[in-house]
């Protein structure tokens, strides 16, 4: 049995679908293996029942952090990394220490994937992969609710439970357009896409263009058999490139607390899935 999770994602990133996240993975129950094309803060992961699982993105920095945490450079420089990460306070000396590493290219493989998490975790929450990711760390100064190291700490904890969850995914960093038709379109195969949105989306450090959204469209129509879910903000363009799909209206909640419509598309509905089982 996997340790259970305090935090919902293994990185604190922009757009995240934390809160949703069960519901989507619930889309794909019927499937043996899953691609993720945009892996982001992975939040999805431990609620996949699926045995194997590929997680792609294109930020080099979270990939790394992945396959650091994985114990892809060795069992040692993994314990090193979670023992690092488990000694980081919320201070500004840790976010000046992390800039610096990231500025470096010599900087190791174990030392890019800590001073990454940090940015992450004890920077502005919620800003990993995009340009404001990292800043000072915010002190909570009112009686209400946790603090910043607190939070720094459940997500430091829980990386050994990560790394178990990592257990079944293989890691790739390409871009949609090579990764997608490597993708069988048989039953028990499914691919979960939570790409940039329209507008919020230009935040990340690899948005979207228009050619990217149509493209995107464009491959995942070939699936027949396999099952595709995408998650997007509420958008006109969005539900004229996806017409003729299964879209579900959704709400979730932003870094500020309010509400945000979105939507669900998929392919196949889950009743398909099982019949085709």
């Known amino acids: ?54 997680a792609n993105d294109l930020n080099c920095l979270a990939i790394n952090f992945y396959l650091a945490v994985s114990g892809a450079y060795g069992i040692t420089r993994q314990k090193q990394l979670i023992d690092r990460c488990q000694r980081t306070l919320s201070h500004p000396v840790e976010m000046e220490l992390a800039g610096f590493i990231l500025e470096n290219d010599h900087s190791t493989n174990v030392g890019r994937a800590w001073a990454f998490w940090a ?9 990993g992969g995009t340009s404001r990711q990292g800043g000072m760390p915010s002190v909570r100064r009112t009686a209400s609710g946790g603090s910043n190291a607190t939070r720094i700490r459940a997500a430091a904890g829980d990386l050994e439970a990560w790394a178990e969850q990592f257990e079944r995914c293989e890691w790739e960093l390409i871009d949609f357009r090579e990764l997608l ?97």
């Open 181 to 277: 038709p490597k993708i069988s379109d048989t039953t028990g195969c499914g691919a979960y896409c939570d790409p940039p949105w329209f507008g919020a989306g230009d935040s990340y450090l690899h948005s979207f263009t228009h050619q990217d959204h149509v493209d995107l469209r464009d491959m995942l129509s070939r699936f027949k058999h396999a099952t595709v879910v995408v998650r997007y903000g509420d958008h006109p363009t969005v539900r004229d490139l996806y017409d003729g799909w299964d879209i579900e209206e959704s709400r979730s909640t932003t870094q500020a607390g309010g509400k945000v419509k979105e939507l669900w598309i998929r392919n196949r509905t889950t009743n398909e899935v099982k019949d085709d089982s």
């Open 119 to 127: 940015q992450c975790w004890v920077g502005r929450k919620g800003q």
């Open 1 to 54: 049995m996997r340790k259970a999770l305090r935090t919902k994602s293994a990185l604190s990133y922009f757009g995240s679908d934390s809160e949703v996240a069960a519901k989507l993975a619930a889309m794909l129950d019927g499937c043996k293996h899953v691609t993720i094309p945009f892996a982001g803060g992975l939040s999805i992961l431990p609620h996949l029942t699926a045995r194997a699982v590929v």
